[in-house]
């Protein structure tokens, strides 16, 4: 199981401004550039100043990559992609295909999804190694204006830029505490007898989607008249009624 497509995007291009950061350059710092969390922004943005002569550090007190690569596209598209199977399944009996009833296994979808993700952990760790950037692991805390501790380290830094992400806000709902977010559900190891989706973006309506693809009775909850809010009236009505 291999996600596959520009997802990581390439290197741009060298345009002669690599001195810019050379002759700027105070001794006083470690580096030019300390830039706080590794995920798609923070990656990027540390890659691009190497590449125009910075000297630059990433500090990350997780894994590298980030939501898209960790907990958000990556895995949930894989997990999109292992619900449909359900509807090809069930279809192919009308085309002549012939096997035993189809069941689906999330150990192992959790398994081959690790592995994936896995290896794009390793891309992007290869990358941010060949384009010179130090990775730091460890919880970045500022000291002062120009000093971030990570682990035993202290780095010093002409510039921080903060690319820390950010986590979800949960509802003051007794009880919500023992709700999954999308970021614990990819890490479920079965799936749930039933659900309750609160909300009604696009997000919500996804996994909602894929929990009912696999068999699991979904309840959708919102406060609006209709879900997806934002998107074509058609569609919104096609999505409450389906």
């Not at 691009?48 to 630059?56: D, E, P, S």
């Not at 970045?140 to 202290?154: E, L, P, Q, S, W």
């Not at 919102?222 to 009505?237: I, N, S, T, V």
């Amino acid at each position: 199981m291999r996600i596959h497509g520009p997802i990581l995007g390439h290197s741009p291009r060298h345009d002669g401004r690599q001195a810019q950061w050379r002759t700027t350059r105070s001794v006083a710092f470690d580096f030019d550039l300390v830039v706080l969390g590794a995920g798609s922004g923070g990656v990027a943005a540390s890659r691009r100043a190497a590449l125009h002569g910075a000297k630059v550090a990433i500090v990350e007190a997780g894994r590298v990559g980030g939501t898209c690569v960790l907990r958000g596209c990556v895995p949930k598209k894989l997990l999109m992609y292992a619900a449909q199977y359900g509807d090809a399944f069930a279809e192919a009996a009308g085309y002549g295909w012939q096997f035993g009833a189809a069941a689906f296994d999330m150990a192992r979808w959790q398994a081959a999804k690790t592995t994936e993700t896995a290896r794009l952990e390793g891309v992007y760790r290869s990358m941010l190694a060949q384009g010179g950037v130090e990775l730091v692991e460890g919880q970045g805390r500022f000291v002062d204006a120009h000093t971030i501790a990570a682990g035993t380290r202290k780095l010093s830094a002409r510039h921080v830029l903060i690319a820390t992400g950010a986590a979800p806000v949960r509802d003051a709902i007794p009880g919500i505490e023992r709700c999954p977010t999308s970021d614990d559900l990819l890490d479920l190891a079965a799936l749930p007898a039933r659900a309750a989706v609160v909300g009604a973006g696009y997000i919500a309506v996804e996994f909602a989607s894929m929990l009912a693809r696999l068999g699991v009775p979904v309840s959708l909850l919102y406060r609006a008249p209709l879900p997806l809010r934002g998107f074509d009236d058609d569609l919104r009505r096609r999505a409450a009624d389906a």
